[in-house]
């Protein structure tokens, strides 16, 4: 991709500024501390304000509780939750769920995938070149028409778009959110004909208006976009290309230099997602044959085999207390400590960490696991950045439309979706999936038929992790060093940078703030 | 055929700050609910309920609020449009969904009320807001009387 790196202007600070910057369009709560010098970030911490302690309600409950209480640590990734948890159920009473169950498992999870992905990019990320900083750029007016919040003609599509794809959670899985339609052995409810006949119709819909406004052609003709000169092949081919969502996205990349912020440590971390069910047509990608999205931990591109027993949570800068270095999540520990610690212990985060290092999780980190030739080149040529993370963010609906129609029309009404599990008395587990955020782990440890130990990692905790136990920075802090700024009152680097990892903090309070002769306050 | 009217709970039940909502949901759930008016636990759905306000005749929904005193409070007309929709998040968030419904919502826009529970959360007030909410799906902003605007000693309900 060219560049003209229009951020990299940035004036000239012989001061050490710091700012903090309240981050507003990400879930829940989250401010962002950087230190700014001669108009560049030389330090960044992360702090996530809010407190959930999900783990905690959850100890001594029934073993099953968590199918219905951890789809509510998110309103957002909730089935997610679901699948995380009825996996280590599943593992934990010794059952393989019905290769049906598993395609309706996989078609949940899916919709809140290019459902999520799409809202994100169009809603989240792309509001900010609507920012005034770039009010002087050529494509400056045509991204507030398409992106401005509330109005935009590009914001507006994709609302009333992307509300439908929810509805397949919805008729498969009962109710969204919050659905606890996945047991262990399978899934509660076995869809009928015209359940599967109105999923069709929803995804296909889906995929017209995604292929015509999002991409700007077909999937097909995506997918023929295997390196940066496909890409940029397929950006001058026509008009349709670059006047799409799509095609203006990297447009007004390339005018604002978007590729050339974001670094980060450049490891890459996937749980793997979506199992194949037995006597499939779908491939995983990059050959797997246990998922659609393989596991793996890659530094750089160099993927190595994942394994869970190396992952670990510090809370050496993270309000917590109750032990030093790094614990598995089988051995972790929630307590929060609030006081003390100050100037050291900054969020409720706690910092994941594989193999005792940080890693970036999401999208971009799945395909390069998979080996996907676009973006392992991308990341070969100028490592990870903002352009590249939001980029395979907004194709990625591309990559699961197909394997979603293809589970579609092979789920049988008159199947079997449940297969009895073994009782669930004892044991340890866990649940490994993705959110559309990237990794999402559940720990589990049954006695006695109750939960004596639940700790859940979240995608966000990975990437918006603080410094762990050898003060090393979490994926987002790390790259928002270096990042220009050209104007600290408006610091809008820094939300491309942040926002390119699509933060997903603790679903707490929502608000509305009423205008001047009004106090109330919807929280 | 009629179209329906919804009453939609949202917040956050795990929040003490912010549970009024599923609160007076569970209490909702335990009443008779007139003809035609269905009862949706919103929790933090958030732009997502806009399903659920799509082809509805009117819609009440209940949330906390900070006011200025605690209590229960109606905004309705001038008061909700004059609300600031808050950026988008991943929820969306209530305020997110009333400043795009006009633009985004299939068919007929509904009414729009909201019943807002102020203050410390206790059973008065619960039952409070849940006959408010039933009194103004029944009758829609004339059943406001006394309610609005907000910031007037009259909105207390």
């Not at chain 1, 990437?463 to 790390?478: A, I, K, L, Q, T």
């Not at chain 2, 009217?5 to 209490?27: K, T």
Request: hydrophobic fraction near 40%; charged fraction near 20%; charge should be negative.
């Amino acid at each position: 991709m060219s560049t003209t790196p229009t951020i990299a202007a940035p004036v000239t600070h012989t001061a050490t500024t710091t700012l903090n910057i309240p981050l507003n369009r990400v879930e829940g709560d989250l401010q962002i501390r950087v230190e700014v010098r001669d108009g560049h970030v030389t330090d960044a911490w992360s702090s996530g304000t809010m407190y959930r302690g999900i783990e905690n309600v959850l100890r001594g409950r029934g073993a099953l509780d968590g199918l219905v209480i951890t789809p509510r640590v998110c309103g957002i990734c909730n089935t997610a939750h679901l699948m995380a948890a009825a996996k280590a159920l599943d593992a934990l009473g010794q059952v393989t769920p019905p290769p049906d169950a598993i395609r309706v498992r996989n078609l949940t999870l899916m919709s809140e995938h290019i459902q999520s992905d799409v809202r994100q990019a169009i809603l989240m990320f792309m509001a900010d070149f609507a920012n005034p900083a770039y009010r002087e750029l050529p494509l400056y007016e045509e991204a507030v028409a398409r992106y401005a919040p509330l109005k935009g003609r590009s914001v507006i599509e994709a609302i009333r778009h992307t509300k439908h794809m929810l509805e397949i959670v919805a008729i498969l899985g009962g109710q969204w959110p919050h659905s606890s339609y996945m047991v262990p052995g399978g899934i509660a409810s076995a869809p009928c004909l015209e359940d599967l006949q109105q999923c069709r119709h929803l995804l296909r819909g889906y995929r017209v208006w995604y292929e015509r406004q999002i991409l700007g052609c077909t999937l097909d003709r995506w997918h023929a976009v295997r390196s940066l000169a496909d890409l940029d092949a397929w950006l001058d081919e026509c008009d349709t290309h670059r006047n799409s969502d799509l095609g203006f996205f990297i447009r007004f990349a390339q005018l604002i230099g978007l590729d050339s912020v974001g670094r980060g440590h450049a490891n890459f971390l996937s749980f793997g997602q979506l199992d194949l069910p037995a006597e499939t047509d779908v491939r995983g990608f990059g050959d797997d044959t246990a998922r659609l999205v393989p596991a793996g931990f890659a530094r750089g591109t160099q993927v190595t085999e994942f394994d869970q027993a190396n992952v670990a949570e510090h809370i050496a800068h993270s309000w917590f207390e109750g032990y030093e270095g790094g614990k598995h999540p089988f051995h972790g520990v929630t307590r929060p400590y609030a006081s003390g610690g100050e100037g050291q212990k900054y969020t409720w985060a706690k910092a994941p960490r594989y193999d005792g290092l940080p890693a970036e999780t999401g999208p971009l980190a799945e395909f390069v696991i998979a080996r996907h030739p676009l973006f392992t080149s991308m990341v070969e040529s100028d490592g990870p950045n903002a352009f590249a993370r939001e980029l395979v963010r907004l194709v990625r609906p591309a990559a699961l439309i197909k394997p979603m129609e293809r589970w579609l029309n092979e789920v049988t009404p008159d199947g079997t979706f449940y297969t009895r599990p073994k009782r669930i008395e004892q044991g340890q587990a866990c649940g490994l999936t993705s959110a559309t955020r990237g990794a999402l782990g559940h720990w589990v440890r049954i006695a006695d038929g109750k939960i004596e130990q639940y700790q859940i990692i979240t995608p966000t905790a990975w990437n918006g992790s603080p410094r762990d136990s050898d003060d090393v920075r979490g994926p987002w802090e790390e790259a928002l060093v270096g990042t220009p700024v050209k104007d600290p009152d408006n610091p809008v680097e820094v939300g491309h940078v942040v926002r390119s990892f699509d933060p997903c903090l603790v679903c707490t309070v929502h608000s509305i703030r009423g205008p001047n002769r009004h106090t109330a306050r919807i929280l | 055929m009629d179209r329906v009217i919804r009453i939609i709970c949202v917040g956050n039940r795990y929040s003490g700050d912010d549970n009024a909502g599923p609160l007076v949901h569970d209490q909702l759930a335990g009443m008779p609910l007139p003809a035609g008016v269905e009862l949706v636990d919103g929790g933090l759905a958030g732009l997502n309920l806009l399903r659920f306000v799509d082809g509805a005749e009117r819609v009440v929904f209940i949330d906390s609020v900070t006011y200025i005193q605690p209590g229960v409070v109606v905004l309705a007309g001038q008061d909700i449009a004059a609300l600031k929709p808050s950026d988008y998040d991943h929820a969306g968030g209530l305020s997110y969904l009333l400043g795009v419904l006009p633009e985004v919502c299939d068919g007929q826009v509904p009414e729009v009320l909201i019943v807002g529970v102020a203050g410390d959360v206790d059973q008065e007030k619960l039952a409070a807001a849940a006959h408010t909410s039933i009194a103004l799906a029944v009758e829609g902003a004339a059943g406001v009387r006394d309610c609005v605007p907000c910031d007037s000693p009259g909105g207390q309900v």
